[in-house]
């Protein structure tokens, strides 16, 4: 069984830790080593338990404590050769066996790790899929718009975590200088409430049935109307949330200062 839990997430930072109970992994590390250490307490593992960090993209909120994590426990980093080039300079020096080539399809110890390519403003950004005999989790965030290739990702995950960064009126409205504003709702932006909404109707009519929503905006959305908008688009669609389709969200840090 895939088990997941957010350390992290949003703009101030990105950390999930995945596990099939045996094999251990990180996907981004954009916190400090001495946060994601106790929260790895807390779940009973320490980083030397884990086999590998795996990088969506060198954006500094998900690789901030990347670097450090690495040379301290002597854990291998996963990233595109992209991805490599673009965020060597933020990590630091990082040893040669434990800089490893995200591939599309890879075996790590128990795990499948599938990499697929998403929309962003980043180098050679991608999203990751685990996947054991009988079960799939995908975690989709930061992307501008749903690709053909996102949405077959997607597709055949019992669980997603994906991006829900936005209201698109509170980001009309809100204090961002234009040039942001069309950044973020851009196609290699961050996905509105109303884009996943759109995107969980499409994913529960393939069979998905739990919706993890992360990377939320601290100015331009909140939790409460991020899960509103997304529960009533789905309700609207004739799925019954609560009822075979739940709906949760990540929340911004999982342990407070």
């Not at 291998?76 to 040893?95: D, F, H, N, R």
């Not at 290739?149 to 936005?166: D, F, P, W, Y």
């Not at 049935?209 to 990377?215: A, K, R, S, V």
Request: glycine letters at 10%; charged letters at 20%.
């Amino acid at each position: 069984m895939i088990r997941f839990q957010s350390f992290l997430s949003g703009s101030s930072g990105n950390c999930t830790f995945i596990t099939d109970g045996t094999t251990h992994l990180l996907v981004d590390c954009g916190a400090g080593g001495k946060y994601i250490t106790e929260c790895m307490r807390r779940i009973g593992v320490t980083p030397k338990d884990v086999s590998g960090i795996l990088i969506t993209h060198e954006h500094r909120d998900h690789i901030a404590g990347a670097g450090i994590i690495s040379r301290k426990f002597n854990l291998p980093i996963y990233a595109t050769a992209k991805t490599w080039q673009a965020m060597e300079g933020v990590l630091g020096v990082i040893s040669p066996e434990n800089h490893k080539i995200t591939k599309k399809n890879m075996m790590i110890k128990s795990l499948v790790v599938q990499s697929f390519p998403i929309p962003h403003d980043a180098a050679e950004p991608v999203g990751y899929s685990f996947l054991t005999d009988d079960e799939k989790l995908t975690i989709a965030t930061d992307i501008g718009y749903i690709t053909d290739a996102v949405m077959n990702a997607l597709k055949g995950s019992i669980s997603v975590i994906i991006e829900a960064n936005h209201d698109a009126q509170m980001l009309q409205n809100g204090r961002y200088p234009y040039p942001l504003k069309k950044r973020i709702a851009g196609d290699k932006g961050h996905l509105s409430n109303e884009g996943c909404g759109d995107l969980c109707v499409r994913l529960a009519e393939s069979g998905t049935t739990d919706f993890w929503l992360g990377h939320l905006s601290a100015e331009n959305n909140t939790p409460t109307l991020a899960y509103e908008t997304v529960t009533n688009i789905l309700r609207s669609n004739d799925f019954q949330v609560g009822n075979g389709i739940n709906v949760n969200v990540l929340p911004r840090y999982w342990i407070e200062s």
